[in-house]
Structure formats: C-alpha cells, structure tokens
C-alpha cells in the first residue's frame, strides 16, 4: 500500500489522493475565519517525515496499527526511550544550555532577575558535588528545645517529612483551599539502615551508638510497634474515620499532645482554638502518642534522624543518590522537582514565553471546542440520568479549566520576585536542598491560613507541584481532580506532539485526543466523583445505580483490564476527538491516515507502569473500538482493529 505522506511530498502513487484534497488549513472551526493563518508547510512535511521513520508501512494496520505505526521505533531508538522521555530530555537539555550559558555570561540581562540568580548558585552548588555527605544535612537542622520525640518531629516537619510517629502536614483540600491533616504515621513505609545512613548517624552522634547490627535490630522492634498500633483496628472496615476537628476539640481528645506548640513549632505560626483541621484516627492516634510519651526518647531520636535522610535521598532525582552526582542533566532534573515554580519561571522566561500566545489561540480553541461537543454528548443523555445528576456534569464539563506550562495565569514579575524572597541559596548544596524544601512547605503553610482572596487566586490557577511527585506528573498532560485542570507541562508542548503550525490532521490527531482522554478523567469512575470546585460528591454511588452505566463498564472492565480508569479515558477520550474533528466523510477519506499516524506517536516507545497498559495495548484497544479507524483503513469485519462488538462509554 503506498505511503500516507506521498500525498504531501508529492510521489508519484497510483493510490495516492492529488494534494489539494489534503487539509492543509491551519484555521480552527471555533476561530474568527477572516483572519486564517498560514501554515508553514517545511514544518508539516518534516514531521510527516518522521512518522516515517518510525512505520512498518509493508505490515497490516488491521491486524496490529501499533506495530504498523511504530514498528520501527526501537530500530531508532534504544530500549526504554519513548516519545514523552525525549520530549523530557530536551526540556533539561535546554536548562542546561541556559544555565551553562549565564555562568560564561556574567553581564547578561537575565542576571537582573532573583530568580535566575539564585538558580545559578544552586546548580553550582550541584555541579560541584563530590562524595556523599550526608551528615551534613543533620548539621543543618535546628536544635530541638528538648529531646521530646515531638519536637524533632515537627522540626522534620518544616522540611516536608512527616511519615513516622504521627503525621502533620498541609494539603490541599479543594479548588480553593488548602487544610491541616492530621493522621498517624505511613505504617507501610519503613526505613532500610543502610551503611551510609549509619555512618552519617555514627558521625553526627560522635560514635555514641550501638553497632549497625543492633540498631537494625532496635529499629525492627520499634516499627513492629509503631505499624501495629498505627493499624486501623479493623483493616477491613470501610467506616470513614476522617473527621473536621477545631483545634481546641483536638486538644480535649488528645491531651497527651500539646498541638499548639507543635503546629508552630512546625508551620511558623501560632494558630486560634477556632482553627480547623482534618483528623483521621484519633484512637489510633492515642495509642501511639501515648507509647510515644513513655518510649525511650534516645531511640525515638536516631530512628527519626534515619528517616529523614533516608527520605531525602529517595526523593526524585536527588544527585546525591546518583553515580554521577554532577552530571549537569542530573542537577537540572532535581533542580525541577524541587524547585518547580522557580525553574518553569525561567523557562517561560526565556523559552516558552515567545511561543505563548500562539500556543493559547490554539490550544484553548481545541479544548472549547472539545468542551462543547462532549456537553452535547452529555444532553442527548445516553445513559437515561436522572435530571439532577446530568446537570451537575454539566456544570463539570462546563468548570473544566486548561494551564499551559502549569504556571499561574497573568501572575506579575513582581510575584515571583516576591515569591524568591524568602527563598535562601548559598554555596552549600547541602544547604540549599533543606532551604528550598523549607521555603516550599512555608509557602504551603502561609496559603493555608491566608485570607488575600486575589494571592489565593492566582495560586489556585496552576498545581504548585510538591518535590516527591513522580517523574510522569512534570512529564506529561493530566487532569487535577482538586482543582479541575488539565495541565499541559511544557515537555508536551512541543514536537513530535504539537506545533503550532500544524495541519489540522497532525494538529487534532495529538492534541485533541490528549486533551479529550485527560478531559474523560474528569468523568472516570474515580475522578468523576470530584466536582468542578475539587469538592468530593457522590456521583459514582448515582451512576452505579444506572444499567446502562454498569454495562458501560463492565464491558471495559474484562480479564485483560487492570487499569480501568486509563481504558476508559482513552476509549472515550479518542471517541471525544473523533466527533469533534473527523464529523465529515470527506475528512476520514481524505486526512483519516495522517491522524491515526499522529495519533499513535504519543504511544510509541511507551512501556506499562502501575497506572498505564503498554503503549501497543491502549492504542490498539482505543482505536479498535472506533469504526472510523476501520472505515480509514478499510479493515473487514473481525480483524482485530474492527472486531464485531465494541465498547462504550461515555
């Protein structure tokens, strides 16, 4: 069969349709017509050069499109490389270039900034990292007032760790509010002593400790404790046992805990009885204060020194956990996860700022458009929900909001110089890794009880990511139950997935079906219950109660399914993008290929994780339940990409 991108490079094929049957129109339907861009054609026809490169065009796309898109994918690329991963790692090398770049560059205007400035100290301080050291973050810690496990463990806590003894940190709750848990510690997290936590400890204790044997041993007994009294006492009972507490209420149930002293001692302030907080367990909670209380208070000390260090280096991309702790890649990828808003601030700054506004006309007009065709999916009510229910997803699809680059929307320089300036960096890297923990977790704890209505605002805009989210978070699109937004990270907005310029084909068969499956998130069978102010409802206990519901998901739910709820975005995500772009025959007929082929480029490469199937399963599995794809690429009846019964769901 001759190849799709013929017809654009002008080959001579007897199958292929004549160019000007091709849609090369850069205008979106939703946009204002009388101003229509023109595309670039180089840009289209180079990628459709790369699709190329990846294909096995002499295989059947009706028997396997994965193999037949990407088959030659591995022949490119080596093992474990997938399209995000090095749509990821020119992300980093780009930070590396800029700071290499200012570093030769002392007079350059981005100097002027705090943001960069201090950046450039920390990367430093990264690069010129030699052997672990890790009792230099013991050293940096404040002293505790006494040795009552309480008071490290809040001082622990200004740093953003707090999985032992009993947990105390800031979350967000909702779109617009963030609250004080309290709960008892992670039972399922333990510590590994290994020789380097051992020696930092030996060294910061000046020797006075039992052997590495021993410790081990005191340490087992002491989680073996703490894990069975953390223990719910009932594991399999499904009784909600989070309940809203005042401070002074928490107080008289657990006098045990002076909770004031702690919360400032922790959080920097000093909070009213009035003060509200979430509280999961209290008679759990009892128990391991109380055994807390009468423990010894040495051991209680070590074992949370432990815990900390081992902490700090299973964080993402800590160099210190690293054979090449200096390598400039490895700095930059810890320099984005632990100072996430400073380093994306730099990236618009002097990257994706000059592409923005594009980006936005674009973009934001795909996902309108997407919103209004799934709103009318929604009315034609398919399912029979009763009245209230459908309006009330509705008001879902209709509160679904977009961040390109997760940044906050129309924030000023003057709040990011704000935001840096409580933010110390120095030359240490020890130092600066506390520092930067301690400036974020202050920042947590200031917009929990601030008031500023147009501060919150602009912090509700975006996700602030915390400095232990994994890699696929800062990597690819997703939708954020809490605050009802699809986030667009920086790595997606970029070839081989999106430009700008692209023809309509290459532009809805990426972005439309990435921004339709993270759009069907919102109406999966787990997130659907968060309306679209982040507020947890009961919309998934109504819709069970709905057949047509149930057989929805029954039928995506079979043996092979382990991952439901990505099954269903892709099925109804891809559904969403085909109603939405391909609603005429002559489109399938003459752009259905190029889509398909753009389409499959996100899965390219792509291997299974605890959330997602293999690339080659979701895009085989989606696009088999599509009739258009079956109708594109002419495959009969009973292949496996047009099977006889097919899914739906929404």
Known sequence: MPRLWALCLLLASAKALPTNQLNKSCRLRAADTSTEPTCSTDINLRHIQLLEQYMLPELDACQDFYKYACGNWRSVHEAGVSAMSLSGARIDQRYVELFERLLDEPQAPEHELPMYTKLLRYYQSCRALGKPRLRRYLEQLPHPASNHWAELLALLGRYGYHEHYVKIEVSQHNATQHMLVVQPHNYNLSLNLSMIIYKALRRHTHGLLPNLTQLRERFGQLEATLQQMARPANSSSEEETLRNYTLEQLQQELPQFNWTHALQLQLGATYPGSHQLLVDDVPALRQLIAFLNRADARLLQLYSWARFLQHLMQLPHNPLSNSHSSSRSICVQHMRKTLYLPMNFVYEHSYYGRQRAADERIIFGVFEELKSQFAQQLRRNEFGLDAPLLQALLAKVHGLRLNLGNMPANA??????DCAHHWRVGGDFYENHLQSLLHYYAHLAELERSANASVRQLWYSFNHHGPGLTDNIDATPYFYCLGSI??????????????????????????ANTLGHEMLHAFDTYFVDYDAQGVMRDYSDQLLLNDHYVDAVNCLNDSEVFMLNERAADISGTRLALQTYMQQPAERRNNGRLYFLQFAQFFCGEEADIFHDTGSKRLNYALAQMPEFAEVFQCVQGSPMNPVQRCRFW
Not at 412 to 417: A, D, G, I, L, M
Not at 486 to 509: K, R
Request: aromatic letters at 28%.
């Open 412 to 417: 000023s320089t003057q709040f990011y110089v």
């Open 486 to 511: 699809i986030i667009m990270p920086y790595a997606y907005m970029q070839l081989p997935f999106y430009d700008a310029q692209f023809w309509p084909a290459l532009l809805y068969g990426d972005l």
